[in-house]
C-alpha cells in the first residue's frame, strides 16, 4: 500500500533552515503530485508546496515564495522540502500528501484532493 514517511523536523532559530523528507512507496514515483502541508496550532491545515513528480513542475504559497524550496530525487523515492530564512510562524505540524484525484498537481492547496498522508514531522522555530 502507499506509504509517506516524513522526518528531518526539529528545532531552529529564526533565520535558520532545515530540510524535509518525504520517503514515498506502494506506487509508482514519479507520476504523481506530491504536496507539503503543514498546521499549525489552532488553525486548519494548509498547503505550502508541491511538485508534479512526473515532470518536476513546482508549486508554492505565497507565504514561503523565496524561502522554501521543493525537489525530488527518483532515485531515492523522495521529496525534500528545503526550508530556509524560517520565521516563527512557520511552526508547526508538517505533512507530505500524495494520491491527487485531479490531473497534475491541479487543486494542490486543498486537503481533500490527497488521497494519501504521512504521519508529520514538527517544525519549531524559536524567535
Known amino acids: 500500500q502507499v506509504q509517506l514517511v516524513e522526518s528531518g523536523g526539529g528545532s531552529v532559530q529564526a533565520g535558520g533552515s532545515l530540510r524535509l523528507s518525504c520517503a514515498a512507496s506502494g506506487y509508482t514515483f514519479g507520476t504523481e503530485c506530491v504536496g507539503w502541508f503543514r498546521q499549525r496550532p489552532g488553525m486548519e491545515r494548509e498547503g505550502v508546496a508541491a511538485i508534479y513528480t512526473g515532470g518536476g513542475f513546482t508549486y508554492y504559497a505565497d507565504s514561503v515564495k523565496g524561502r522554501f524550496t521543493i525537489s525530488q530525487d527518483n532515485s531515492k523515492n523522495t521529496v525534500y522540502l528545503q526550508m530556509n530564512s524560517l520565521k516563527p510562524e512557520d511552526t508547526a505540524m508538517y505533512y507530505c500528501?500524495?494520491?491527487?484525484?485531479?490531473?497534475?498537481?491541479?487543486?494542490?492547496?486543498?486537503?481533500?484532493?490527497?488521497?494519501?498522508w504521512g504521519q508529520g514531522t514538527q517544525v519549531t522555530v524559536s524567535s
Open positions: 500528501a500524495t494520491g491527487t484525484r485531479w490531473p497534475a498537481c491541479m487543486k494542490w492547496r486543498a486537503v481533500p484532493s490527497f488521497g494519501y
